[in-house]
């Protein structure tokens, strides 16, 4: 059951990488895969960082107050992504032709580490709920890192047709609806 959770917190971590690699896919921005593997490691660092620090955390709690209080984070954060405004994001997230300092329509390296922190929050959530339960952290962080490279590439690559489906238009609602799903199964078990 627990692989079902890393997979389902590494799908939840990388939606909005989605939603970026459709907008460029629209734009027609190439993401060349050194730039897309820079967001991943990007991501893969902050859920590594969470994840030590909620380890930390938990030497000063009982495991089953970890658990519980690991859940209860997932819930929280799930339940903000769903009723945030969505004109709260960064600029960047808005227009991701902002990333592309030089306008050449090629995300550089250099372009790419920016975007990877800004895309990274949801790792850092996950990451630290993760870390507060108890989850494996390679496991966690691999998957975080799988489908970063998958959601940017597999978004670029399918922009127009993926924009049309429910999950291209409201990254940040099944993310969050995702998040809480975990969190309710991470408090139970």
Do not use: C, H
């Amino acid at each position: 059951m627990q692989w079902l959770t890393i997979l389902f917190l590494g799908v939840a971590a990388n939606l909005d990488n989605l939603g970026i690699g459709l907008a460029y896919g629209i734009r027609k921005t190439a993401i060349p895969f050194r730039s897309n593997a820079a967001i991943a490691i990007v991501s893969m660092a902050v859920a590594v960082v969470a994840m030590l620090a909620a380890e930390y955390v938990t030497l000063f709690i009982p495991e089953e107050m970890a658990n519980r209080l690991g859940g209860f984070l997932l819930i929280a954060i799930g339940l903000w992504m769903l009723i945030q405004p969505q004109s709260s994001g960064p600029k960047i997230l808005e227009d991701p032709d902002v990333a592309d300092t030089d306008g050449d329509r090629i995300l550089s390296v250099r372009e790419a580490f920016p975007l990877g922190f800004l895309l990274s929050a949801n790792s850092l959530a996950g990451g630290f709920g993760m870390g507060v339960s108890g989850g494996p952290m390679l496991g966690t962080v691999l998957s975080i890192g799988f489908f970063s490279l998958v959601t940017v590439g597999g978004g670029q690559r399918f922009g127009q047709l993926l924009t049309r489906t429910w999950i291209g238009r409201y990254p940040s609602e099944v993310a969050g609806g995702l998040l809480m799903l975990i969190g309710m199964v991470e408090m139970v078990i």
